[in-house]
């Protein structure tokens, strides 16, 4: 069964103090690895997309890479607008186009 | 595009009553996917389509929970009898093929006392 678990459940940064979020997978066969970002009240926004290990992505502060069994997302020098849950998810070979989501990381980041 | 719609934002309904949540996906889009979300068990995938054809409802919790696809630019999930478990935020997102990633709506708030 095909599963996701995200580290840690919660981060608290200053802003400025850069760090990284942790997403370990366990798929059959992995089609697509997908970072989203959810703000209280609304629906996860899509980030993005990494395929096959050793592939990087990055938009502004945020950057994520992937691994064999994990993915990373790296937050550059954060500001207090990178508050947000982060989530994680995949879909494999097996499972077509649902996307099976981690708990995600709720990101705080003070002024 | 005005993106993925969901009506209503907001629903309190009482234990027993039926509930109809409705989803608009993005013109052309020919996935859609129902997903329920709480504190406890986060994002479950209930139910998903293709080309209006349901494809995979292993992730509907019970008879009680339906959902329909009639055409291309309308969905709705129906909860009957509905019980206070089934009090979460509902998502609706769309894609199409070769797209990466989905686009969500706003979700659906609902409480059920």
């Known amino acids: 069964e095909d599963q996701v678990t995200q580290s840690p459940e919660a981060l608290r940064l200053q802003e400025g103090e850069s760090s990284s979020l942790n997403c370990s997978y366990t798929v059959s066969g992995l089609r697509g690895l997908f970072w989203y970002r959810q703000d209280p009240g609304k629906g996860p926004e899509f980030l993005f997309t990494?395929?096959?290990a050793g592939e990087e992505k990055e938009k502004e502060r945020l950057k994520a890479t992937l691994t064999k069994k994990e993915s990373f997302l790296h937050i550059t020098a954060p500001k207090p607008e990178d508050s947000a849950t982060y989530l994680c998810a995949v879909y494999s070979v097996d499972s077509s186009y649902k996307l099976i989501f981690g708990s995600g990381t709720r990101l705080l980041v003070r002024p | 595009d005005a993106g993925v719609i969901q009506s209503p934002r907001h629903e309190v309904t009482e234990m027993g009553q039926e509930v109809t949540l409705r989803c608009k996906p993005i013109?052309?889009?020919?996935?859609l996917f129902w997903y329920r979300q709480t504190m406890m068990r986060g994002l479950e995938l209930l139910i998903y389509f293709n080309n209006n054809v349901p494809i995979d409802d292993s992730g509907m919790p019970e008879d009680r929970f339906s959902a329909k696809m009639p055409n291309a630019s309308f969905s709705t999930l129906k909860i009957q009898p509905s019980e206070p478990r089934d009090s979460a935020v509902y998502f609706c997102a769309s894609t199409e093929r070769g797209q990466s990633g989905y686009t969500f709506g706003s979700g659906t708030r609902l409480t059920v006392v």
């Open positions: 013109s052309g889009h020919d996935y």
């Open positions: 990494l395929y096959s």
